[in-house]
């Protein structure tokens, strides 16, 4: 096509018209290129800037990182193309002059290959941080920053099995292999998973900005990790409602601080531990008056509080609010961002390590009721945050059964109240079901629910602390019995000694008299 318009056209006849054919024959030549097509591009060129030789026309092969620049004159010269990301500074390769496309797009290579073979496993790690703090930054949504962190921990893993400074570009399948065999004998099985997963996102990420488009990962066969480890195994320890009063009446008969009331509130919400420990001031509607809490929604700049990133609202039940208000008691600068704050630094929130320490110092002894086979590391050491949710679901499933008499709708209600995705029956709600928003529907018989569960909870407690009475008061009868035995025995041991006593005295005066007699 191109090369009917050339014959065509004299370059002494050239005209505006011939000009524009040329140049939307030079526009609609797409690459790949070769040897010929330079020649082509060159020839449409030299009438396209026929009239204006000070004027240059550019065409890219990104693939084969090279610009190729037209002159006038005819003349075709050759640049490198490296993305910024690369730290190659873009030079100038040859010109048709001499040498041929093909010799300059290997030369480009080899440029690229030299510059970048040295780039060190830290510093590829170092760069798919950085992207994923980018993500972070600016699609909150999909990721969000506990995850980056986590994300992190991992690649500096990695990073340590590697070796930091070893050359990333040194890295073969064999080495991967050998890697990951020497993982498993130093981590467990789900770990070393976990680390296989970061492994192949790291070399997605970085195969062609640092490693001349080759993923060695691909050719590690893809069971190699999981035809050797074991899937992790889900807790299915358990709670019951005696054990979870109990807890209430130790948190209660407690000296009051920060974290029994994180403790309280997480047992009377349902909500996950990082959610109590990331609980904002802002969340709640009258610091004065608390009747409302809200977690936000995700939105284009802030993800959203909640796992699922929807908004959950709460309306709060008298003992969720009397927590609230302790705690705000207990700490009235209204300044702050978090409710539950540390001591030492009221700028951070308490950690979900010392939410799980408070828990487990305060729980009912065998609080964790389940066989023991059925407990993995999670609940081995005993109570742990998430039992509390867990119960929160298992009993309110059985209460609201009996009460409404559909497990169906049980179900649906108690997954409501631990704010999981219900819309599996009508996935298109979320789209145009606004009832929430215009009537408070959800949010109405997410109180009841909430008031029932508390009810629940309190009446258990009425009834262990009427146990704990009883069992009190038979402690103390007996004791009450073994102090009188004891002081009769004590009495009557007295009595003896003081016999005794007076029998060990005569004897000493017969003895003492005999003596004096025969001394006479």
């Not at 050339?6 to 054919?21: Q, W």
């Not at 002059?97 to 040295?118: G, P, V, W």
Request: proline share 4%.
């Amino acid at each position: 096509m191109a090369t009917s318009v050339l014959n065509s056209i004299k370059p002494c006849e050239v005209t505006i018209n011939s000009r524009d054919l040329c140049m939307a024959e030079f526009n609609a030549n797409k690459p790949p290129y070769n040897d010929e097509s330079m020649e082509e591009l060159a020839s449409l060129a030299t009438i396209i800037l026929s009239q204006e030789k000070g004027r240059r026309l550019s065409k890219y092969q990104l693939k084969d990182q090279i610009r190729i620049v037209f002159q006038h004159d005819g003349i075709i010269k050759f640049f490198t193309h490296f993305k910024k990301v690369h730290g190659i500074k873009n030079t100038k390769i040859g010109d048709s002059n001499n040498m041929s496309f093909s010799a300059a797009k290997l030369k480009a290579a080899e440029i690229y290959k030299k510059n970048t073979s040295n780039y060190t496993f830290e510093f590829v790690v170092s760069k798919q941080i950085e992207n994923l703090q980018a993500i972070n930054k600016y699609s909150p949504s999909k990721l969000a920053e506990t995850t980056v962190t986590t994300y992190t921990s991992y690649l500096n893993a990695i990073q340590n099995a590697f070796g930091k400074n070893t050359l990333f570009q040194t890295i073969t399948p064999e080495i991967i292999e050998a890697t990951l065999d020497q993982l498993l004998t130093e981590k467990s099985g789900p770990h070393v998973a976990k680390l296989c997963e970061q492994m192949k996102k790291l070399w997605v990420f970085a195969k062609n900005k640092y490693n001349n488009g080759d993923n060695p990962f691909l050719e590690v066969d893809k069971n190699y990790i999981y035809s050797r480890t074991a899937k992790p195994v889900p807790c299915k320890a358990y709670t019951d409602i005696s054990l979870i009063s109990q807890l209430y009446i130790n948190l209660k008969t407690a000296k009051n601080n920060t974290l029994i009331n994180a403790v309280l509130l997480m047992m009377f919400t349902g909500l996950r531990p990082i959610n109590i420990c990331n609980l904002r001031l802002s969340y709640i509607d009258d610091l004065t008056n608390p009747k409302f809490l809200t977690f936000p929604e995700t939105t284009h700049t802030a993800r959203g509080a909640m796992k699922n990133q929807k908004e959950f609202r709460i309306q709060l039940t008298p003992e969720m609010k009397k927590a609230i208000q302790q705690e705000l008691k207990l700490n009235p600068d209204k300044n702050r961002t978090y409710l539950f704050c540390k001591v030492k630094d009221d700028s951070k929130p308490i950690s979900k390590e010392s939410l799980n320490r408070a828990l487990k110092y305060h729980a009912p002894k065998d609080m964790v009721a389940a066989p023991r086979d059925n407990i993995n590391i999670k609940g081995s050491a005993g109570a742990f945050p998430t039992l509390l949710r867990s119960f929160l679901k298992s009993h309110m499933k059985e209460v609201l059964t009996k009460k409404i008499g559909s497990s169906t709708i049980a179900e649906i209600e108690s997954k409501k109240m631990l704010h999981h995705s219900v819309s599996n029956h009508d996935p298109m709600s979320k789209h145009y079901d606004h009832s929430n928003k215009i009537y408070n529907t959800d949010i109405k018989a997410l109180y009841k629910n909430f008031s029932l569960f508390e009810k629940e909870v309190l009446k258990e407690v009425k009834i262990q602390a009427k146990l704990k009475n009883k069992t009190a008061k038979k402690s103390f009868l007996k004791l009450d019995c073994f102090n009188k035995v004891a002081a009769k025995l004590k009495s009557t041991t007295s009595a003896y000694s003081t016999i005794w006593s007076n029998i060990v005295q005569q004897t000493q005066k017969l003895k003492k008299s005999r003596l004096l007699q025969i001394l006479e």
